[in-house]
């Protein structure tokens, strides 16, 4: 069966470095979205993509993050100065037809920012 | 905004029993999504029911939606062991792609 494939599955990393955690969403799908976890806490969305741009962002997705499909199979997401509070899972996620729904998830980015 | 809440938090059952857990939303939707999370895993898709629709099955899953209560119940039936798991519901809100998301029901299947 077809699998949303993320790397790294933990990531470590100093307050203000950048990371990019990475997706590979599956192959037919057309949009794609990230979602992150704060431990114990609820799922939140950040961003979706679809047709090469963002269509949709929530708050937390300010200037600090960033979204981008270099290739036709690669799905990243940046964080440019990374905070304490940046501190969670990282889901990407993919979905084929209407946006929203049925959507497959990787098994997640663990971000430590210390 | 929006915001989901599953009841209860947990739940634990015998294995072979049913489990319901429930989930409340505030504003209107257009579908809502069951999503099943193991531990440090990712989450799975269980099943999606329109506003449109009121119940909806697949295999030992039943979900109803009450749109005028704003409310939805997810059914597993006859649990098994590998049940165990949280169970999340999503919203999607009118117009956009968005998922909002509730904060969990951590079901415990005993054997």
């Not at chain 2, 069951?34 to 449109?52: M, P």
Request: aromatic share 10%.
């Amino acid at each position: 069966e077809p699998e949303v494939t993320q790397t790294p599955s933990h990531q470590v990393t100093q307050m203000g470095q950048e990371v990019i955690l990475r997706c590979v969403p599956i192959s037919n799908h057309l949009y794609f979205y990230w979602y992150r976890q704060i431990l114990g806490q609820k799922v939140e969305f950040l961003v979706s993509f679809y047709n090469n741009e963002i269509s949709e962002k929530s708050e937390i997705f300010d200037d600090q993050f960033s979204v981008e499909r270099p290739d036709g199979s690669n799905f990243t997401l940046k964080i440019r100065s990374t905070k304490l509070e940046d501190s969670a899972m990282y889901f990407c996620a993919s979905s084929e037809g209407r946006g929203g729904e049925k959507l497959f998830f990787g098994s997640g980015t663990q971000l430590s920012v210390l | 905004s929006q915001q989901g809440e599953e009841d209860p938090q947990a739940l634990s059952i015998q294995e072979g029993e049913n489990a319901t857990m429930n989930c409340s939303y505030k504003t209107s939707i257009n579908n809502l999504q069951w999503y099943r999370q193991n531990s440090g895993r990712g989450l799975v898709h269980l099943i999606l029911i329109r506003s449109n629709e009121r119940e909806k099955h697949s295999g030992r899953l039943r979900v109803t939606l009450d749109t005028s209560k704003k409310s939805s119940s997810l059914l597993i039936t006859a649990s098994r062991a590998a049940d165990t798991a949280s169970y999340f519901c999503a919203t999607g809100p009118l117009g956009n792609y968005q998922l909002i998301w509730g904060a969990g029901t951590k079901l415990i299947i005993k054997p």
